[in-house]
């Protein structure tokens, strides 16, 4: 705050945080600009031989310009952190996070001329870390427990901004419209035989996306009454234990495999209260699925990719064994090439001890698509 001023005699005035008006201006154009040359990701529908009358939909994010379904969120929160008055023309952005949110801040930190620290987990997919790179953003590794403490300390230390993804996902989307990837979603479905799907299905890394998904369904009549939300949480994450007890002070010590979801701690941007269901999907299952996609999109997908399509496919099974007919929706999260050395890699998934075998029988035999 300045220092106060004597309006008069009996008012007493103090001014606020200034900021560079010009350059707010500058920036949001320049993202403004950035949305105007974007296209809307496809929705794929998927028709599977044994699952008549129950279509999959694909909502493809791995198409935005910084490879995945973060590019929306990075969006939303250097918009928010604009308006908010916490971005400058010298302001350091710092994200902790396992990849993808990074690659996609650095992305918009880029194009708005800022410097990027992205705080990553060690063991981060090189991949990933060079992308974070390509668009000039710097990388620092720390400890997995340590990189939400890491990267508050790095924003104080730059006197920068720590953009906190797992606190402010959740709340920098405009969840009631704004072509925010519910209302995307939904509007793609208009023309299907089953507009209103029964099921939507998301993972968890913040929370944001399925907290987004779950409030426009019940934001939305037509939505209301039919649709429910599935979040599918893999191994070694504690969103499924905290829906189940309600306990949100549960933490673990070990690391999801499935990169970009499944958290050690219950992040601020999990909303429970918006989720009608969740799954617990084994990562031999994830994996295992998005092997068992190439046949079926003839391309690689991310890992969460497959826990999203797994789960979807178990909802579809229940509603066959229900002898019920509609859709089904989930997300491509990102692409695999982010992922060759790892759920791609046959070395990769011996060392973890992964059974993708079981899995993919099973998933043959529920969909009728064969691996070739
Ligand atoms: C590849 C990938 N899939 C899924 C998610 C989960 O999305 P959300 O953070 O909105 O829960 C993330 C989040 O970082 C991600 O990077």
């Known amino acids: 705050m300045d220092e106060r001023q004597n309006v008069d005699s009996h008012v007493t005035a103090v001014s606020g945080h200034s900021i560079d008006r010009g350059w707010v201006r500058w920036a949001m154009d320049q993202i403004l600009a950035d949305i105007n040359r974007s296209a809307d990701t496809h929705l794929i529908k998927v028709e599977l031989p044994k699952l008549p009358g129950i279509p999959l939909y694909l909502k493809d994010e791995s198409t935005h310009p910084s490879g995945s379904l ?8 250097y918009l928010y952190s604009l308006c908010n008055g916490n971005i400058g023309p010298d302001t350091a952005i710092v994200e902790s996070s396992s990849g993808s949110t990074a690659v996609s801040e650095a992305y918009f930190a880029k194009l708005l001329g800022l410097r990027f620290v992205a705080v990553v987990p060690v063991g981060t997919a090189q991949e990933k870390l060079k992308q974070i790179r390509f668009f000039d953003g710097e990388i620092e590794e720390a ?113 999801s495999r499935i990169e970009g979801i499944g958290r050690p701690r219950v992040e601020a941007s ?66 695999g090439d982010r ?34």
């Open 143 to 255: 400890a997995f427990a340590d990189v939400y403490g890491r990267a508050e300390a790095l924003a104080a230390q730059l006197n920068g901004h720590y953009m906190d993804q797992f606190t402010y996902a959740e709340r920098a989307t405009d969840w009631r419209g704004n072509n925010n990837i519910a209302e995307s979603l939904f509007s793609q479905l208009a023309h299907e035989s089953h507009p209103v799907p029964d099921w939507v299905v998301m993972s968890a890394g913040t929370g944001g996306t399925s907290a987004t998904l779950g409030r426009y369904i019940r934001y939305r009549p037509e939505l209301l009454e039919r649709t429910r939300i599935c979040v599918v949480d893999p191994e070694n994450s504690v969103f499924f234990e905290s829906f189940e007890t309600g306990n949100s002070d549960l933490r673990i010590q070990s690391r």
């Open 270 to 335: 999990f909303l429970p209260t918006v989720i009608d269901r969740m799954l617990k999907v084994p990562d031999s299952a994830s994996i295992a699925t998005i092997h068992w996609l190439e046949a079926v999109l003839g391309r690689k997908c991310g890992g969460s990719t497959g826990t999203n399509v797994y789960g979807a496919l178990q909802l579809m099974a229940e509603m066959r064994e229900n002898a019920c007919e509609g859709s089904v929706a989930t997300l491509i999260c990102d692409a």
């Open 70 to 77: 973060k590019h929306r969120l990075a969006r939303s929160l």
């Open 339 to 372: 992922y060759l050395t790892s759920y791609y890699d046959k070395n990769w998934i011996d060392a973890e001890g992964l059974d993708l075998q079981t899995y993919l029988t099973r998933l043959e035999n529920m969909t009728g698509i064969r691996r070739q």
